[in-house]
């Protein structure tokens, strides 16, 4: 019997492949659904990452809807679409939504339909989770394989059956606002529609969050690899899973290295050291660092091979045709006053993009050290739910911005936008309770009212906590505080949702606001009101500079394997197409000139090269920056 099929044999139906991004999760996740068809049972492999690889990994296409691949007999593949079935459930239960909207609230019938359109908390993501539930219950699929986001938007998809129950707290005062009415009214109540679509609804969530948190049907399978970043953020991930009452079934290193020196060797040891120490009571398994392309089939067939139980243990030896790091290779051609890169971050608000795993945190951190180099008052500051920054710079870095050692003029931040919304909406709650306080005098409906207001920031669009955090941002370039902000966010499809959710989040903005005039009839939600006003003034602000060239670029990180250039002209286009100017590509862990990515305009691109171990700390991150070598338009692989 192989490794795989051992993991297998120990895994129950549902499978959630997690892990940091650029770890192997969909190499590991195909590998594990063809061999789970190739074994007889009819396996479904799931893509729930917005910036999904199926399609390059498996070499056909892959629809929102399960389609059989046919190089793999048994074997059905889907991408998830979290906004075709948002889009479903509305047309669904739209206008059961409207009716108790409408009779909890002082909303016209247009203004109860726009505001449901424009919000829903995390509502792609939440009816994305109910569409899993949906195939969970389906008798097609003996096995169902999900590949997931990088880690931070995966532990948020799998909290939303917790913050959906918000929303439903909601619509149910909303609706036993009615309730009472009619009693008072009838003195009896006969449930209707509404009462039926909050009764199935609960029930929905209730029976995902047992599917989730029962082992018998569900284990996750963490993908890690030897490198300092990814154990602190396996380490999270662990944490946060126990956190969630969801079990790991088993914990796989990938890619480790045979030893190419002295340094390499204690640092992939000791990253090793660490991973066996996480989750002692599962199975762990390694993969070495494997000499194949890594896209398509031959990648996730060579990796099922080599795919191997047992402790981890510390790197072999080095073959005697192993290459020589790119870094001895090469000679410091430049010191840090005439770097290539100094300029990089010009602009006030600098976004670092990119695939999960590319080293965008890194590239992020090294380009707040030349800034800061450069005299600028320079902060770096993590939007992404798994945030790195601390571990790039190898310094404690929490909410509140602090002074990085060794890089005068630098200061690092983790941003933590649910944390920050979340004090947005308690404060705006306490708002809205003392008001009701001075005024309730025994008033039953006013008892309603209070509970409806209360809560009305439930009715928030998807990411608007990560919009906010960034708006914060907006206000840290207006005071002066800092010459330029660099922003490490989210991979891929989370960040063009960001960049996407400005105009969404002022028209929900907008609604909310003529909402609480309607309100202001009944009670003055002066206060209240003001800071959701305060909250719009930020957003259009943040807006503007978004779509500013001067004020605002996005700088995007690759590596030229073929998946990841596909997805980074993707992004590329996408970032265009919504109007945010894109001021360079850094080509990341090359061993020379890669073909530069085509674009209209031209970009500046650099060739970083491959360092082994990682470069960690200000001195580290500097050397290795210092590296970068521009490519020409003409120059190719």
């Known amino acids: 019997m192989t490794a795989l099929d051992a993991l297998l044999d120990s895994l129950p139906r549902w499978v959630l492949v997690g892990g940091k991004g650029g770890v192997g999760k969909t190499t590991c996740a195909t590998a594990l659904a063809t061999r789970s068809a190739a074994r007889g049972q009819s396996t479904l492999l799931l893509s729930t990452d917005p910036a999904g690889s199926l399609p390059d990994v498996l070499g056909e296409a892959v629809s929102n809807r399960p389609a059989p691949i046919a190089a793999h007999p048994g074997l059905s593949a889907m991408q998830l679409d979290a906004a075709r079935e948002r889009d479903e459930f509305l047309s669904r239960w739209r206008d ?154 088993a914990l796989i290193v990938n890619a480790v290295p045979h030893a190419h020196g002295e340094a390499s060797a204690e640092t992939t040891s000791a990253a090793l050291a660490s991973l066996t120490r996480l989750a002692p009571d599962v199975v762990h398994y390694t993969v070495p660092v494997l000499d194949v392309p890594r896209a398509g089939e031959h990648t996730s067939a060579a990796w099922s091979a080599a795919l191997q139980a047992g402790d981890v243990a510390s790197p072999a030896a ?61 902060l770096v500051v993590s939007t992404d739910p798994a945030p790195s920054v601390a571990d790039a710079l190898a310094v404690p870095v929490g909410e509140e ?141 943040l807006d503007a500079v978004l779509h500013d060239p001067v004020r605002a670029a996005l700088i995007v990180v690759a590596l030229d394997e073929p998946i990841v250039r596909a997805e980074t002209a993707r992004l590329v286009r996408a970032v265009h197409a919504l109007g945010v100017h894109v001021a360079g590509v850094i080509w990341n862990r090359t061993d020379g000139s890669p073909l530069p990515l085509p674009s209209e305009p031209a970009l500046r691109q650099f060739a970083s090269a491959a360092e082994e171990p990682p470069p960690r700390g200000v001195d580290a991150v500097r050397r290795w920056s210092l590296n970068w070598t521009p490519l020409s338009p003409s120059e190719h692989g």
């Open 401 to 541: 911005a602090t002074d990085v050692p060794g890089a005068p003029g630098l200061a690092a931040r983790q941003l933590d936008g649910a944390a920050a919304f979340r004090r947005f909406r308690d404060a705006y709650s306490a708002r809205v309770d003392a008001l009701f306080d001075a005024l309730l005098g025994g008033s039953a409906q006013l008892a309603y009212d209070r509970a409806i207001a209360r809560e009305l920031l439930a009715f928030a669009p998807p990411g608007i906590d990560e919009l906010y955090a960034l708006a914060s941002l907006g206000e840290e370039l207006a005071q002066s505080r800092y010459d330029t902000v660099i922003v490490d966010p989210a991979p891929t499809g989370h960040l063009l949702r960001l960049l996407e959710s400005p105009r969404l989040a002022l028209d929900w903005s907008h609604r909310l606001l003529r909402l609480m005039l309607k309100y202001q009839h009944v009670v003055g939600l002066g206060q209240a009101a003001q800071d959701v006003l305060a909250f719009s003034q930020r957003t259009r602000a």
């Open 96 to 249: 059961t939504l409207v009716t108790i909207v409408d009779r909890g609230t002082y909303l016209d019938t247009a203004d109860i339909t726009g505001l449901i359109d424009a919000a829903l908390p995390g509502a792609d993501e939440s009816m994305a989770l109910l569409a899993l539930l949906e195939l969970d219950r389906a008798i097609t699929w003996e096995r169902i394989v999900v590949d997931t986001a990088p880690t931070g938007h995966t532990l948020r998809l799998l909290e939303l059956p917790r913050t959906f129950e918000a929303l439903l707290s909601l619509l149910d005062a909303m609706q036993e606002k009615h309730r009472f009415m009619v009693r008072a009214l009838l003195h009896r109540y006969r449930a209707d529609t509404a009462d039926r679509f909050l009764d199935e609804l609960r029930a929905e969530l209730r029976a995902l969050r047992h599917t989730l948190e029962d082992p018998a049907r569900l284990e996750a399978v963490l993908v890690a690899r030897p490198e300092p970043m990814v154990v602190a953020e396996t380490a999270r991930y662990v944490a946060a899973l126990d956190a969630l009452h969801l079990s790991l079934g």
């Open 318 to 378: 080095a073959p005697a045709n192993a290459r020589t790091p790119v870094r001895e290779q090469r000679a410091r051609r430049r010191s840090s006053d005439a770097s290539p890169i100094s300029t990089l971050a010009d602009a006030p608000l600098t976004i670092v993009a990119g695939k999960g795993g590319v080293g965008k945190t890194t590239v992020a951190c090294a380009l707040g050290i030349h800034a800061a180099a450069s005299g600028r008052r320079v």
